[in-house]
């Protein structure tokens, strides 16, 4: 069934294929990386430029001025901060439930890792000991940028009312 010539043809072609690979891939990495002498620490290449003229007229966005907590907080509205809570309900109940956060009824005020069946990261305890109105305010900004390495892996709040709505909000819930 198989003699020596049918096994040369199959030996051949496998070494014949890797080969058209092998040579493809030379040819490729010569085409987009911009041929010899591109090693890893040889110097960055560019397989081609694209010029773009400096344009000076455009002024840089004004950056958003952080809003205080008094002054946020002043004009929460508990109704408007139910319809954020929507954001929170993913990870967070008010049932006394734990998610894959805790539980938030009863929060403002409440010490920091008081849910006793809940696995803190350790990373909240190192900067606040409880949950008052303004660190709540400062935490939603950016929980991450609050509190490195919280397990609260969420983005934050960037509108300050949002924040202070919310905080309105929870802290109408009970304990």
């Avoid at 606040?128 to 609260?152: C, I, R």
Wanted: hydrophobic share 40%; aromatic share 10%.
């Amino acid at each position: 069934m198989f003699d020596t010539m049918t096994l040369t043809k199959v030996v051949g072609g496998v070494c014949g294929t890797f080969l058209v690979f092998l040579l493809g891939g030379w040819a490729a990495e010569a085409i987009y990386v911009g041929g010899e002498g591109h090693a890893e620490g040889e110097g960055e290449h560019a397989a081609y430029v694209i010029e773009v003229p400096e344009t000076g007229g455009g002024e840089a966005a004004p950056e958003e001025e952080a809003v205080p907590f008094d002054v946020a907080f002043e004009t929460a509205d508990a109704s408007a901060g139910e319809a954020v809570f929507r954001n929170c309900k993913s990870c967070h109940a008010l049932d006394g439930a734990n998610g894959v956060g805790p539980h938030l009824n009863g929060v403002v005020g409440r010490p920091v890792d008081a849910v006793s069946d809940y696995a803190y990261s350790g990373a909240l305890e190192k900067v606040v000991d409880v949950w008052s109105e303004e660190h709540l305010y400062n935490f939603l900004a950016g929980p991450q940028d609050y509190a490195p390495g919280t397990k609260m892996s969420f983005k934050g709040l960037a509108k300050p009312e949002d924040r202070a709505n919310l905080i309105a909000y929870l802290a109408t819930t009970s304990g």
